[in-house]
């Protein structure tokens, strides 16, 4: 059977594993503790009914151990997952300790503020950005300085045994090059590069293209109207009661061959330019416009003004 007392009177005046003395006082090393001060009250060994807070992992627990269950150390402390809410873990505290010591309830309560204020303190510090202060070990400091002088050295070494090369070479004391690195060698042929001169731009061909078709010219000139042309002016002594005796009727047929006569000079015109492709089809078609204005124009204008006698009508 278990008996408080008895306990403390060997845990206080005996030895105790978990007792810490120092100069300031004795203190308590058990995670069980309420206070952390090694006392009557606050010992977790010495009494049969006791209450404490726990924290894991940023959770707190309420721990409480009855003496119903000291003869079962694996179920020997009871367990209850306290809220983050400090108002509803206090509710949660009075209503599983209702019945329990005041002391002790209290004791509890002031454990549970504590790491609250605690667990707030540790939020805003991880939000902090602070410095870290780290250590350097001086041998390895040393260690790196000694050999970035002897890199430096070292650089400066290969560069002046380069230029002496180079020099060497220009000057024509190896007339052979034996066993060069082939990347330093790439390297000056590089640097040594003369730019080649601009190409010379090429001056633009000069073509020559004929003037127009002579055959288009050559179908226009044989066209009956030409001779029609000719007639009349040949005519001018006619009567000119001749010229009243004209129906309206042979005005229109006239003038529908006159402009039938104009519509297929310009296909055909057009289709041998077509088929010869020739470079100023554009010229030959001005041209041609020119001649049907000088001889077909004025001789449509004629029939309209009934200029033309009976006789050359019948002959159209």
Known sequence: ??????????????????????????????????????????????????????????????????????????????????????????????????????????????????????????????????????????KEVWRERRREEKAQTAAVLDKSIEKELLERLKRGVYNDIYNYPVKEYEKILDSEVVPDEEEDEEEPEIEYVEDYDLEVEDDIEDFGGLAVGESLENDDGLPEDDDDEIDATDHKRVRRRFES????????????????????????IQRLGILVELYINPLIEMVENDDIPERRLATL
């Open 1 to 138: 059977m278990q008996h408080d007392e008895v306990i403390w009177q060997v845990i206080r005046h005996n030895h105790c594993s978990f007792m810490a003395k120092i100069t300031t006082g004795n203190f308590c090393r058990n995670p069980y503790n309420v206070t952390g001060v090694c006392n009557r009250s606050s010992c977790p060994l010495a009494n049969s009914r006791y209450a404490t807070i726990r924290d894991h992992d940023g959770v707190f627990y309420l721990y409480m151990k009855t003496i119903e269950r000291a003869h079962k150390p694996k179920e020997l402390w009871e367990r209850v997952k306290l809220p983050r809410n400090y108002e509803k873990a206090l509710e949660i505290i009075d209503k599983h300790l209702a019945y329990w010591p005041k002391l002790l309830v209290h004791k509890t309560k002031q454990r549970l503020t504590k790491m609250h204020q605690m667990r707030i303190r540790m939020r805003k510090l991880q939000l902090k950005t602070r410095e870290k202060v780290m250590t350097l070990p001086r």
């Open 261 to 284: 006569a104009n519509d297929k000079l310009v296909k055909d015109a057009n289709k041998k330019l077509k088929k010869k492709a020739r470079v100023l089809v554009e010229v030959s």
